[in-house]
């Protein structure tokens, strides 16, 4: 593959409690989210850009895997990359160091910022606000999930002067060990905005969705299924189309609306589910 300009920031993190490890970017070019994030659970995170070499994903994390640091990682990238003066990347490693890289010939203004659990970087921007508002945004969030924290991390980047080319793609990858779509997959948010004149806005947007499709609300919040709401259920589900009995209907309904995901049987149910269903 070509190398390719991405001038952007980003930010690589982890959650070690979560189990998650993740990247957000935005830049002034079309998918950045095809270039720059690469995660594995248990692994590490790694963002590439400024003149990307793409490798350095794959790469970066089969070392990573071997047991280096993200120092050590970024060390043995740049060290056998004659490009090396033009590249950018960050990595944060499985036990949540980060570390950061800026070649001498990346374009002002270009820098990083690197500490427990991330690694900030960018190139081409407004100025190192940017950078900055990365770093203490993901520290000032800390407690929430790591895809909050990192959509968190990209708005106030952009508040703080962004890439100064202006806007046009954004991407939010977060992986956990069995976290994705049937618990069969490790991809537990992969969302990407490729060309949009408000790229981290319409990502938040994009998250909100999935966080109703896809979210996971803690069994003990889950309401009973008694008489009465199970009358209600079956009642709003026939005004909808799904007759017949409540488990059929509401698993034609919730397949249909893409949330089944959240529904385990009729004796208890999500929420957020019952909410949804109200609202129709």
């Known amino acids: 593959m070509a190398d390719s300009v991405v001038a952007t920031y980003s930010i690589a ?3 070690l409690e979560a189990g998650q490890w993740g990247v957000a970017t935005q830049s002034k070019f079309l998918a950045v989210g095809s270039i720059v994030p690469w995660a594995v659970p248990g692994v590490g995170a ?3 850009q400024a003149l990307a070499n793409p490798r350095y994903g794959p790469e970066g994390l089969a070392l990573l895997a071997d047991g280096l640091t993200a120092t050590e990682v970024l060390e043995r990238l740049t060290g056998a990359d004659d ?4 590249r950018q990347a960050g990595v944060v490693d499985a036990r949540g160091n ?3 890289y800026t070649g001498a010939d990346c374009m002002d203004w270009a820098g990083g910022l690197a500490g427990p659990g991330f690694a900030a970087q960018g190139n081409i921007l407004v100025g190192e606000e940017t950078v900055a508002a990365l770093a203490t945004t993901f520290a000032a969030t800390a407690g929430q999930p790591l895809a909050e924290r990192l959509l968190e991390c990209l708005a106030a980047a952009q508040a703080a002067g962004g890439d100064r080319r202006g806007q046009q793609s954004a991407a939010l990858l977060v992986v956990e060990k069995d976290g994705g779509y049937g618990a069969l997959s490790d991809t537990l948010v992969d969302l990407r905005v ?5 790229p981290v806005a319409e990502l938040a947007r994009l998250y909100r969705i999935h966080s109703l499709l896809f979210g996971k609300t803690p069994r003990d919040h889950w309401v009973d299924v008694d008489d009465e709401l199970r009358s209600e259920l079956t009642e709003r589900l026939g005004k909808l189309g799904y007759s017949g009995e409540l488990d059929r209907a509401l698993g034609e309904w919730s397949g249909t609306e893409n949330l089944e995901e959240r529904v ?3 004796d208890r149910i ?4 019952l909410e949804e269903l ?3």
């Open 83 to 86: 490009h090396r003066a033009d």
């Open 13 to 15: 993190a982890c959650d």
């Open 270 to 273: 999500d929420p957020v589910v």
């Open 194 to 198: 490729d060309d949009h004149h408000e």
């Open 278 to 280: 109200r609202r129709r």
């Open 264 to 266: 385990d049987g009729v």
């Open 46 to 48: 790694v963002a590439t």
């Open 98 to 100: 980060g570390a950061t």
